[in-house]
């Protein structure tokens, strides 16, 4: 298929991303200047998106661009980071049109309004298989209370932001599942799929705060197993306490076997962390503050890893805790 010569596509859909930051000199050089905010570090992460792994192959352009954005945001956010710039690699397959990359680019200038970020950088090679997505996100934080995995307590709390498996359930819908869903939430979950929302400035409040922090990408179980190992401890889990939204409830109710799967399916982009009992009021009027519902979910326990229990106190068993590639 014809499309554009590398060096068009840089100046027609890329540069006009970089406007607005003069250090990222138009995407006109080698290189761009990233300058972290006075006495903090740069704080650095990468996520890619695989047509086909990722995203749906006939997803909304737009969209794609947008939860590129996102996924690498919500790193940012769950670490306390504010975010500054960012790099992108696209691996374009025969089949992408001009089209696709107008609508993917425009979904990211929208993005880059709403977070105050621009584009700096990037490469653009041909894909001789599928279409590969990457960005870099850069961000700034200071060094002393970056929120880390590894920071756990015995005795914190467990919290979880806003709620999970909305995603999930979006997943399923646009397989064509969950036909008794009304089209109001049909449109939410899809939503919350699509279109995460990373906690950006609930990830700064809880800077000096939470014991640990991480996003939930993988799943909430597997994920708190991740703080649990990096902290050496282990977790309590009520399966009745994980927060669901409305939406989420009323698909569940009818589909009891899916609150099982939602704790470990992933992609939804809130903060899961952990805080001493003493911090729950300063909490508890951070959730209230930024509109963001944040609920305690379990508590750290030595030993370890994970354990799951439902209302009656039983260990709920789970076979695989959360995603994994390979
Ligand atoms: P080089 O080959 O010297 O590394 P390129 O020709 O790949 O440089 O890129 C030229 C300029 O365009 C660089 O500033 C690079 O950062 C930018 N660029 C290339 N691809 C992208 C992209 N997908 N997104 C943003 N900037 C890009
Ligand atoms: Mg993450």
């Not at 003069?22 to 570090?41: K, N, S, T, W």
């Not at 009891?256 to 009021?281: H, M, N, R, W």
Request: glycine share 12%; charged share 25%; aromatic share 6%.
């Amino acid at each position: 298929m014809a499309r554009r010569g590398e060096f068009q596509l840089i100046a027609e859909a890329f540069a006009p991303l970089a406007k607005g930051d003069p250090l990222a000199f138009g995407l006109g050089d080698d290189v761009a200047l990233v300058a972290p905010r006075p006495g903090e570090h740069l704080v650095a992460t990468n996520d890619a998106m695989v047509r086909g792994v990722h995203f749906f192959r006939d997803g909304d352009p737009g969209d794609v661009g947008r939860k590129l954005l996102r996924v690498n945001l919500s790193d940012l956010a769950c670490k306390g980071a504010e975010p500054l710039a960012y790099l992108l690699t696209v691996a374009l397959p025969p089949d992408l049109t001009d089209g696709w990359l107008d609508a993917f680019a425009a979904g990211l200038g929208d993005d880059q309004k709403r977070y105050g970020i621009h584009l700096i950088g990037g490469d653009t090679t041909k894909s001789e298989l599928d279409l590969v997505l990457s960005v870099t996100m850069l961000g700034s934080a200071p060094a002393e209370t970056l929120l880390r995995r590894n920071g756990a307590k015995v005795g914190d709390r467990i919290y979880v932001s806003g709620t999970i498996g909305d995603a999930r359930l979006g997943f399923l819908l646009a397989r064509g599942k969950l036909p008794e869903a009304s089209t109001e939430d049909a449109q939410f979950l899809r939503g919350r799929l699509d279109r995460p929302s990373p906690r950006l400035k609930l990830g700064r409040r809880l800077r000096g705060i939470a014991n640990s922090a991480m996003d939930v990408s993988d799943g909430l179980l597997a994920d708190l197993g991740h703080i649990c190992e990096q902290s050496q401890v282990g977790a309590e889990l009520s399966l009745a306490a994980v927060p669901f939204s409305d939406a989420a409830r009323r698909v569940i109710h009818v589909h009891e076997e899916e609150q099982k799967s939602i704790i470990t399916f992933g992609d939804d982009y809130e903060i899961l962390f952990t805080a001493p009992p003493d911090k729950g009021s300063v909490i508890a009027a951070i959730g209230d503050e930024l509109g963001v519902p944040l609920t305690v979910i379990g508590t750290i326990v030595s030993g370890g890893p994970v354990t799951v229990r439902d209302a009656s106190g039983a260990v709920v068993p789970f076979a695989q805790a959360g995603y994994t590639h390979f």
